[in-house]
């Protein structure tokens, strides 16, 4: 009978403004372990905004903001799994009431408005993913892109900060009875 068991590793980069690369390093499959059955990938895409806002004209003004964002882990086998997520924001700002503030009814800040994406996939590619040497870790590359498209009426001055992190997750399923390399 097959003892059929699991182990997750995970990795995470840091919140880090608008559009980036990196890559994401997990562990191979130590076959030694087992046979490798399944690999499970999930990825998470972590968005925090901050946005300010200044009515500078003598009549009211409206502030939309749509953003969108995706976080894509590129596979060995040169495939994507993409991660996406947004938000959006309307405020209705009074005529300026003298002072550049980001505050009181001309204006506004808001900090800390999260969003986020997830997705999980299995990777048919189980090869990929064995060690061939101990230790041996994976290097999947990550691309994060950010867009916000801003509509203001009147005169109107915005500032608007995105930070977005992303952590990638790797589940080997295997049978530990299948008789690894050095057992």
């Known amino acids: 009978m097959a003892e059929v068991d699991t182990i997750t590793f995970c990795d995470s980069l840091p919140p880090k403004e608008g559009g980036w690369s990196d890559r994401h390093i997990l562990p191979l499959f130590d076959p030694t372990m087992g046979e490798l059955l399944r690999v499970d990938l999930s990825v998470d895409l972590v968005v925090t905004q901050d ?37 959006s924001i309307s405020e209705d700002l009074a005529g300026f009431d003298g002072e550049v503030d980001f505050s009181g009814p001309s204006g506004r800040t808001i900090k800390g408005l999260a969003s986020t994406g997830s997705v999980a ?63």
């Open 51 to 87: 946005f300010q806002f200044e009515n500078e004209g003598p009549a009211g003004a409206t502030v939309d903001v749509d953003s969108v964002f995706e976080l894509s882990i590129t596979m060995p086998d040169s495939s994507n799994i993409t991660a996406a997520a947004t938000s």
């Open 121 to 183: 996939e299995e990777y048919l590619e189980l090869a990929a993913f064995v060690a061939s040497i101990p230790d041996e870790t994976i290097n999947l590359p990550a691309r994060a892109l950010a867009n916000s498209k801003t509509q203001l009426s009147g005169n109107t001055v915005s500032r608007i900060s995105s930070l977005v992190g992303s952590k990638v997750c790797v589940t080997y399923t295997y049978d530990a009875d299948a008789g690894g390399e050095g057992r």
